[in-house]
């Protein structure tokens, strides 16, 4: 079983940056995927980036269209921890983060509330 503990939403204004990091416990492999899904008031939640081990060192990352070139997925293994690093922030990016672990069928975060507005 995986627990996630999502951090660091809040409210900030257009244009303006945030960091998400996720702490995960229990029996992690480092070889899953993880990722960021987003839901925003009345949509389906929606992949916003993934990423997963695909060698020693090696990483493949996935994003949305909406948020290519301005989002950064990471993770530290050592750390059981996931980031995501938003920036250029629009306020189409408002919703609620989630955490994942395994895919939409693993294990989900609370969630954590990023609103972006002026």
């Known amino acids: 079983q995986v627990q996630l503990e999502e951090s660091g939403g809040g409210l900030v204004q257009p244009g303006g940056s945030l960091r998400l990091s996720c702490a995960a416990s229990?029996?992690?492999?480092?070889?899953?995927?993880m990722g960021w899904y987003r839901q925003a008031p009345g949509k389906q939640r929606e992949l916003v980036a993934n990423?997963?081990?695909?060698?020693?060192?090696?990483?493949?990352?996935n994003y949305v269209d909406s948020v290519k070139g301005r989002f950064t997925i990471s993770r530290d293994n050592a750390n059981r921890s996931l980031y995501l690093q938003m920036n250029s922030l629009k306020p189409e990016d408002t919703a609620i983060y989630y955490c994942?672990?395994?895919?939409?069928?693993?294990?989900w975060g609370q969630g954590t509330q990023v609103t972006v507005s002026s």
């Open positions: 994942n672990y395994g895919g939409p069928t693993g294990s």
């Open positions: 990423i997963q081990r695909i060698g020693d060192i090696r990483y493949l990352a």
């Open positions: 229990g029996s992690i492999g480092s070889r899953y995927v």
